[in-house]
């Protein structure tokens, strides 16, 4: 489980070109909010999006939609960073109540988590290089290619180097 927040600014890529290439820049004030979490087995992936925050709140909010997801008793195992609002009493709390381990990584390493790859290549496939005139189809742009995962994205993850 991690968060990524997508801010409507440029996202700068690689143009080979032999003229300077402009493209128009967003102001960068709207943030969008995905909170995710990845199954290492089906690598399906289950989010909770907003463009204000992500707190405690939506963090039980998504456990709540992983328990939904169980088959039987089966144990679910959240994977998650050491951030204040993941790590805090009420997350624990309601983890707990609904059977869900949780697991937190050591501090400062985002590397080990599996996520972090989706992110990465999201902003690649939809952001970088890409010029959004509006809040409103930059934010429908990061939940396309969020509805794509199960297909091509993860054909992609599976190959291209971290």
């Known amino acids: 489980m991690d968060a990524a927040h997508f801010v409507h600014e440029a996202f700068l890529g690689n143009v080979w070109s ?10 960068g004030r709207s943030r969008y909010n995905v909170l995710g979490a990845l199954n290492v087995i089906t690598k399906n992936i289950v989010t909770v ?19 939904a997801r169980r088959c ?42 599996l996520i972090e790859r989706l992110w990465k290549y999201l902003k690649k496939k939809c952001l970088y290089s890409k010029y959004y005139e509006n809040f409103k189809d930059f934010k429908q742009a990061i939940i396309d290619c969020l509805e794509k ?10 190959t291209e180097p971290s």
């Open 149 to 158: 995962q199960t297909t091509e994205v993860l054909q992609e993850l599976q």
């Open 18 to 27: 032999k003229e300077p290439v402009f493209i128009p820049s967003p102001s």
């Open 72 to 113: 039987g008793n089966m144990r679910i195992t959240v994977v998650l960073d050491n951030v204040k609002y993941q790590r805090c009493e009420i997350v624990k709390e309601y983890a707990g109540n609904i059977g869900i381990e949780l697991l937190f990584l050591p501090t400062y390493s985002p590397n080990l988590n």
């Open 49 to 67: 999006n907003n463009d204000k925050y992500i707190n405690a709140e939506s963090v039980c909010h998504l456990l709540s939609k992983l328990a």
